[in-house]
């Protein structure tokens, strides 16, 4: 008996490379006394069809910035929104007095004055408190966009700016890709600053950029902005200081005085920039001290005091809220949804692949049976070599079922090789490869919802299904249909149970590694750089003949199942 096992586990590695997920239905039941085995390959049809994603939930450490014009997918724009963090008890230095020395009797970085000479006070603005008195200077305020890569034409000539937002984003809140800046600011303002940039710096040398330390970025100085903004942290952290001299200076706190920045693209076509941080500097002046007595050292053969610069940054972080406003051509993508001979993935936030798995005809066949392996691939066609800035097929794709897709990503889960699974696409083979979702199958079946179906149905009652189309509303959600079923055929065709989604995804692994030897996920969220792959399948493989076989087989996927019969019926 226990070579018969072996040999069908041995059969069953060879042609799938089977991972650890070889539940079965849990439908049969071993026996302990010894009867026939009968090992089968089964094969039965999938159908696949594009559907449009809608807005998508966008928690991410990345801000998407630019613009890019496709010839297959239209126009897609990316900005984004983000809340800039502050370090707990962050403080100013004082302001110069009569020396530099604290409580303790040390010397201290201090700010410059309103006793300071003019000429030192030339390229500052004196900031008062609202009693009037001069609490400190702001130099300037300074932004800059950290970038470690980006989409599209190195030299395309862009230009961003950066708004200051009116209302801070809800830390807790859940950002889609549809989010609109106009709730959280006067978009007809003026803009902080502005700046012109080519994804590649060419004005720094090429010993700079090619050094090993260097990461490119944009950078812009707010000069005009130094008071209304440097000026407003500079006043908030001075009231946050309390008589000992401990602050409560906090990201709120920080927060009301600054609530955030929105960064735009409004000019320039080719490039999408993946910014990583946006810093920002509120730059002062010092006066230079002795170290012993406090009292201002001068210059050099001069009798005028010693300056410098110092600054406070704040930038976004992961604890922070990072909101990314996605558009794409709403005619082009649903152009390439109604093609009926193939499907897509379009990411951000443009087309899923949707298929439909035979689970009740599985059901029906193999419920006495154990599977040991569920086989689904999705092949792919070639992409378009010619385009010069062609985008990338997705890399890593997560394949769900169509209930969990939204909680999925707005609960921050993980893909637990139940209800989800992940893979990544093979060069060599032009396919995404799921070699057992064989726990899929069998979560389906055990579905209540399938189970009540039956039931509702069974007592004569009709069932009132919310059904996706095609089309989006003015919010970027997809537009639902209401489709009132009377039996279960037409529950399993409009429902999403027997559903499953493609979806590109990227996923981040921690430094350890599991028993298993593989790395451990820490993190599964929507892949929002540009990216496309065109999938063979597509929604002529629905079409039925007068003797209700397929019209068109060919455009049908395959899931394999290797099962194994222990004689029960």
Not at 38 to 65: C, E, H, N, W
Not at 102 to 125: E, F, H, P
Not at 153 to 175: F, W
Not at 426 to 436: A, I, K, L, R
Request: charged share 25%; net charge negative; glycine share 6%.
């Amino acid at each position: 008996m226990k070579v018969r096992y072996a040999l069908i586990a041995l059969l069953t590695l060879s042609f799938w490379g089977c991972d650890d997920n070889t539940a079965g239905l849990g439908l049969g039941i071993f026996p302990e006394n010894d009867q026939t085995i009968k090992g089968q390959l089964t094969t039965f049809d999938v159908t696949t069809k594009s559907m449009p994603t809608g807005r998508i939930y966008a928690k991410t450490s990345t801000g998407y910035v630019g613009k890019y014009t496709d010839e297959i997918f239209g126009t897609y724009e990316a900005g984004f929104l983000a809340s800039l963090n502050c370090p707990d008890g962050l403080t100013f230095p004082g302001v110069y007095k009569e020396n530099a020395l604290n409580s303790q009797g040390r010397a201290t970085n201090v700010m410059l004055g309103k006793d300071a000479a003019a000429s030192d006070l030339a390229d500052v603005s004196l900031i008062k408190d609202d009693n009037g008195n001069v609490i400190g200077n702001i130099h300037t305020v300074e932004l800059y966009l950290w970038y470690e890569n980006y989409f599209g034409d190195s030299l395309t000539a862009c230009r961003l700016s950066v708004y200051e937002l009116d209302h801070k984003l809800d830390q807790k809140g859940k950002y889609y890709t549809n989010i609109d800046p106009k709730e959280f600011l006067d978009i007809n303002k003026a803009p902080l600053g502005s700046k012109v940039y080519t994804a590649v710096d060419y004005s720094l040398k090429d010993s700079i950029r090619n050094t090993d330390s260097y990461v490119p970025y944009v950078h812009l100085e707010l000069k005009d902005s130094k008071e209304t903004v440097g000026g407003e942290i500079l006043k908030a952290a001075r009231a946050a200081v309390l008589a000992d001299g401990t602050s409560t200076f906090n990201f709120e706190k920080f927060s009301d005085a600054f609530p955030g920045v929105y960064v735009k693209s409004d000019y320039g076509d080719g490039t999408i920039l993946y910014v990583f941080q946006v810093q920002m500097n509120v730059v002062y002046k010092c006066y230079a001290v002795d170290e012993t007595t406090g009292e201002k050292l001068k210059k050099s053969n001069s009798s005028a005091d010693s300056t410098y610069y110092g600054y406070r940054t704040f930038a976004s972080t992961r604890e922070v809220i990072q909101a990314n406003q996605l558009k794409n051509d709403e005619d082009a993508i649903k152009e390439r949804i109604n093609q009926k001979t193939c499907t897509y993935i379009k990411s951000p936030a443009g087309i899923f692949t949707e298929a439909t798995l035979p689970v009740s005809e599985i059901y029906e066949k193999l419920q006495a049976d154990s599977l040991n392996a569920v086989k689904l691939v999705f092949s792919n066609y070639n992409q378009d070599g010619e385009m010069k800035f062609g985008m990338d097929v997705p890399s890593t794709v997560m394949l769900i079922r169509e209930k969990y897709k939204d909680s999925f990503f707005e609960n921050n889960e993980l893909t637990d090789n139940i209800t989800s699974f992940l893979t990544s696409h093979s060069s060599v083979t032009n396919q995404y490869t799921f070699s057992n979702i064989s726990t899929l199958i069998s979560d389906c079946i055990q579905d209540e919802d399938w189970k009540n179906a039956k039931q509702a149905f069974a007592e004569g009652k009709t069932i009132t299904l919310q059904v996706p189309t095609n089309e989006l509303d003015d919010n970027g959600d997809v537009v639902m249909e209401e489709k009132i079923v009377s039996n279960i055929e037409e529950w399993e065709k409009y429902s999403n149970w027997n559903k499953v989604v493609l979806i590109p995804v990227t996923v981040t692994y921690d430094t350890s590694t599991s028993s298993s030897g593989s790395a451990n996920v820490i993190s599964v969220r929507h892949d929002l750089k540009p990216g496309y792959v065109r999938l063979k399948g597509g929604v002529i493989g629905e079409e039925l003949g007068n003797n209700n076989e397929p019209l068109y087989p060919e455009y049908r996927l395959k899931l394999e199942i290797v099962s194994t019969n222990f004689g029960n019926n």
